[in-house]
Nanobody, 122 residues
Framework: QVQLVESGGGLVQPGGSLRLSCAASGPIDGVFTMAWYRQAPGKQRELVASISNGGGTDYTDSMKGRVTTSRDNAKNTMNLQMNSLKPEDTAVYYC????????????????WGRGTQVTVSS
């Protein structure tokens, strides 16, 4: 069974940094585009950053210059380095793998982790 698990969330002061990680496990042969989303209370889930299996990245305007995403295809992991955090960055951060190729040759789409809470507050 494929699972995505996020880690690294927590409480940080404004201006601080956090590094989130996402690990995909299970009968995985390859992972295509991965992404970070976030959802603040009372708001819709929004895309924060994405990274293709070739390493191409894209970032939401509100976080450009403050976040960097990276991945290790051999380990099926992805990271999100967040700097200069603001209170409005407070949200649950989710990892998504748009498409995973399984070892049996099948594909599994729309894979989500359960999220990790990031709270930016003094």
């Amino acid at each position: 069974q494929v699972q995505l698990v996020e880690s690294g969330g927590g409480l940080v002061q404004p201006g601080g940094s956090l590094r989130l990680s996402c690990a995909a496990s299970g009968p995985i042969d390859g992972v295509f585009t991965m992404a970070w989303y976030r959802q603040a209370p009372g708001k819709q889930r929004e895309l924060v950053a994405s990274i293709s299996n070739g390493g191409g990245t894209d970032y939401t305007d509100s976080m450009k210059g403050r976040v960097t995403t990276s991945r290790d295809n051999a380990k099926n992991t992805m990271n999100l380095q967040m700097n200069s955090l603001k209170p409005e960055d407070t949200a649950v951060y989710y990892c998504k793998a748009a498409l995973i190729r399984l070892t049996d040759g099948e594909y599994k789409a729309d894979n989500w982790g359960r999220g990790t809470q990031v709270t930016v507050s003094s």
